[in-house]
């Protein structure tokens, strides 16, 4: 939080606020001391004190409770004012999570003041009860359950990858596959990915679990490889492309280049092969961003970006970034037939890409009527539902 810009000055022994106010404000303190007490008996008991750059008077304001001790100027003091609105619109926007542990910790301060001033159990007990039960705490609890709940899995390698194969819409044969992470429970069977792949991606597990799609996959196309070669299909094999899609916390870590490169030398295989996948939000990490997939091109890996103008897509991205495959979403291509305008999206999205050198990859193709007319537009690849849905490795290499 930076510095409010709204100051005032506070001269020596002046009381700021006194516990039972009502909290319109909290302070950073510019210059000067301030003491943070309570008040038992008619005597003061000091709780800390303040100093340059320290924060007080939050708690009032997140809880909505009143003050729940004074505060006095040890000397001449400037704070700076944080509004209530400053302060909940800061803490609205955080994780629910983080708001949890804050409401929990201001709650222990309450109660630590309360047992200083000797307040009932009973009293204790309504403050508990005030603001801690309600829906975004359970819905934090939850996010805390499933994330353990997750990484447990992940232990009990109850993960595996499903591979889409990847379409050249002329010919209909198998070109490639997208490599897509399922979650087999023992106990609730195959669980959605909408359940759980934010929560990964938005995790420090995307790390592990992450380094361990990349070497399933390119395990497995060290496979699909080596299978066509002995069927003697020497030029399918030479330019079967592996898509990996990589979050981007898990692109920007430091060690991705390198760790990549060495998985790649384990299982033997041409860069060329494999593609990235990410979409277009990667280039909100700016310059770490960039320099990533430059390292990535330069190597010889395809770079592809994912759900193309649904979401952060800026056009002068495009000139930034070493793109090898553009995919048009699907929710361009199930209008494509019905929409004047969406048709008229999706055209544009190829004719820039081909102006561009990058190829265009439709997903979501579910009827022979949309493959038609995304071929016709200029589409060469596509994936979707007509073609198969994801499917374990053993049925995918039973489709090639």
Not at 174 to 197: D, M, Y
Request: glycine fraction near 6%.
């Amino acid at each position: 939080m930076t510095l409010p810009s709204q100051s005032v000055d506070i001269h020596k022994d002046q009381l700021i606020f006194s516990e039972g106010d009502a909290g319109d404000c909290a302070y950073i303190i510019e210059k000067g001391r301030v003491l943070v007490f309570i008040t038992k008996d008619k005597e003061e008991i000091p709780l800390s004190i303040l100093g340059e750059g320290e924060f007080f008077g939050e708690m009032s304001l997140i809880d909505n409770q009143n003050r729940s001790a004074s505060v006095r100027a040890l000397e001449d003091v400037t704070l700076g004012i944080v509004t209530k609105q400053q302060l909940l619109e800061r803490i609205s926007t955080a994780d629910t999570v983080v708001q949890l542990l804050m409401r929990v910790l201001l709650k222990r301060l309450r109660r630590n003041n309360m047992h200083s001033r000797g307040i009932s159990r009973i009293g204790e007990l309504q403050l508990e009860n005030t603001g801690i039960g309600d829906d975004k705490t359970q819905s934090a609890l939850d996010q805390i359950k499933l994330e353990n709940q997750i990484f447990l899995a992940f232990q009990n390698k109850e993960f595996e990858l499903f591979y889409q194969p990847i379409i050249e819409l002329k010919s209909r044969k198998i070109v490639g596959a997208e490599a897509l992470l399922r979650w087999k429970s023992p106990t609730q069977g195959l669980i959605s990915p909408n359940v759980f792949i934010d929560v990964i991606e938005n995790s420090s597990m995307v790390i592990p679990i992450g380094h361990w799609i990349i070497n399933q996959a390119l395990k497995d196309l060290k496979t699909i490889r080596d299978h066509l070669i002995a069927n003697k299909k020497d030029k399918v094999a030479d330019e079967f492309m592996m898509s990996i899609n990589i979050s981007g916390r898990q692109f920007t870590h430091t060690d991705f280049v390198n760790n990549l490169e060495d998985l790649r030398e384990k299982h033997d295989l041409p860069t060329k092969n494999i593609k990235l996948e990410m979409t277009e939000r990667i280039m909100m990490d700016g310059a770490i961003a960039l320099d990533a997939l430059h390292q990535c091109r330069a190597q010889g890996y395809a770079i592809s970006i994912d759900d193309f103008g649904t979401g952060f897509s800026s056009l002068q991205y495009l000139t930034q970034m070493p793109i090898s495959f553009l995919k048009v979403d699907r929710s361009f291509v199930m209008k494509v037939l019905s929409d004047p305008k969406s048709r008229a999206v999706v055209s544009s999205i190829i004719h820039l890409a081909h102006a561009m050198d990058i190829e265009i990859i439709a997903e979501g193709i579910e009827t022979n009527e949309e493959s038609i007319v995304l071929e016709t537009l200029g589409a060469r690849y596509g994936q979707g539902y007509l073609f198969s849905k994801p499917v374990e490795f053993s049925s995918f290499m039973k489709m090639l």
